[in-house]
């Protein structure tokens, strides 16, 4: 599950590294966030061009009649997008990638669990997998793709969004066809040595906190 995440690279640092169509983003994007929260707004990447759009977390399908449905499908699982009524429309031809710096989970025994920030191991941004659909009332909102866990993130849950490399983004983002099966198959668990963690400050447990404060760093959490 992928539920809070961080983005706090500046706008032209991420146009420069997901390739988008100007080197200056097209939008305003609503940055820095420390503390992603559903239903927020927040930026992806689409195809045709490639660019920059902002949209509301929380996927709500074109035929949805009430708003709340979003609350419901911040995630999609990656074995049953294909096939599930939310999804199945924006899987074929919505697809997009959406921009993290790292994403929050929690760990420890009940009462006293403590947030990590988890991130790539170097450095760069991270580029979820997602899908993204248009209400005509409602606007864009998207969602983000998780899967079964790598070995790092087996500790902490049974989840973890979709990570894909760059040399992936371009099929991922590519127009639709007939046959989406071989598109599955990139909804993989990253590879054992991508992500790294640390502590985060216990102030991320409220959506109200937002600020640079949230990533208080401490000594990297081996969970292997």
């Not at 598109?183 to 054992?192: C, E, N, S, Y």
Request: aromatic share 8%; with cysteine.
């Amino acid at each position: 599950m992928c539920a809070r995440y961080n983005l706090h690279s500046s706008p032209h640092a991420l146009a420069e590294f997901f390739n988008v169509d100007s080197p200056e983003p097209p939008v305003t994007l609503p940055l820095p966030n420390f503390n992603v929260a559903p239903t927020q707004e927040a930026p992806v990447v689409v195809n045709s061009p490639r660019r920059f759009e902002v949209m509301r977390w929380g996927l709500i399908p074109s035929w949805a009649t009430d708003a709340r449905i979003g609350r419901r499908t911040i995630n999609a699982r990656a074995e049953s997008v294909a096939e599930k009524p939310a999804f199945r429309a924006a899987f074929r031809a919505r697809r997009c990638l959406v921009p993290a710096d790292g994403f929050y989970e929690w760990t420890g025994p009940r009462g006293k669990r403590r947030p990590l920030n988890i991130h790539r191991a170097d450095g760069h941004p991270l580029a979820l997998a997602g899908l993204w659909e248009s209400h005509a009332e409602l606007g864009p909102t998207f969602t983000i793709i998780t899967t079964g866990p790598n070995a790092f993130m087996a500790g902490l849950h049974n989840r973890m969004p979709v990570i894909l490399e760059p040399c992936d983004w371009d099929a991922w983002l590519c127009a639709a066809d007939e046959d989406p099966a071989w598109r599955a198959a990139l909804l993989r668990p990253a590879g054992d040595d991508v992500l790294t963690s640390y502590f985060a400050n216990p102030a991320v447990n409220s959506v109200a906190n937002n600020g640079p404060e949230l990533l208080q760093t401490a000594a990297p959490v081996r969970l292997l």
